[in-house]
């Protein structure tokens, strides 16, 4: 007895028996990518919070200083102190390689009126001396000092150069003496250059000395490591 045929399905059927399984997986699948995307988000959510900066509002937390000046502002500038006076100076100047023993040389003595000799027959003079206040022009000068000036002039009456190089001029008024302050302007003139036997040459040096004070005052020119010092006192004729 031949069995019976099947009962045809309908496309329905077959629609939903191929079909359905498919969508299941893609919805599924689906689900698990939104999922995966989801936790991953949470996560860089987390880690930028935990990087951004916080501000604090703890008072006690140090605050910029507005009187404080700025570390590129210039500090207020303070006038120079007054060049009246220095400390006492040693009568005679040290020069590096000369030896103290090295000075034969012996200076007479002289008042601002005479040339002051050495004994090789070299000399030295106060040309002129004057009295005025200080301008304040030129390198080193400060405007409204008393200022005594000095035109000097040396002869080399020796058998035998002069180095003027290292000459070095002081000053000093009162009693007990007081060193007086150089002043450098426009008229000071340096001794300088060697000096050839029975050749002359001449100077100009400043210093802070009061005007009242001129009655005594002794200079001295240091020549070189192997003279003695030449020295002027008494009172100026300025």
């Known amino acids: 007895m031949t069995p019976p045929a099947p009962a045809p399905r309908s496309r329905r059927d077959l629609l939903l028996r191929r079909v ?11 689900l698990v ?10 996560d860089d959510a987390a880690a930028a919070d935990s990087s951004s900066p916080t501000t604090s509002s703890d008072p006690a937390a140090p605050t910029p200083d507005e009187d404080e000046p700025a570390a590129d502002e210039d500090p207020t500038p303070t006038e120079p102190p007054p060049a009246a006076t220095q400390l006492p100076a040693p009568p005679v100047v040290a020069r590096e390689g000369v030896a103290a023993a090295a000075r034969t040389i ?18 030295v003079r106060v040309v002129a001396a004057r009295q005025q206040v200080s301008s304040g022009s030129g390198p080193g000068a400060l405007a409204g000092q008393p200022q005594t000036v000095f035109e000097l002039e040396l002869v080399n009456a020796s058998g035998a150069p002069v180095v003027l190089d290292a000459v070095v001029v002081q000053a000093a008024y009162g009693d007990p003496a007081t060193q007086a302050a150089p002043l450098y302007d426009r008229e000071t003139i340096d001794f300088a250059g060697t000096l050839a036997p029975g050749a002359t040459a001449t100077a100009v040096y400043s210093f802070v000395i009061p005007a009242d004070r001129l009655g005594a005052v002794a200079l001295s020119v240091d020549v070189d490591g192997y003279r003695f010092p030449a020295v002027f006192s008494g009172a100026v004729p300025a």
């Open 106 to 123: 012996e200076a007479a003595p002289a008042d601002f009126a005479a040339p002051a000799s050495w004994s090789d027959g070299a000399s």
């Open 33 to 42: 990518v939104t999922l995966v995307l989801r936790g991953s988000g949470d």
């Open 20 to 30: 359905l399984p498919t969508l299941v997986l893609v919805l599924v699948a689906a």
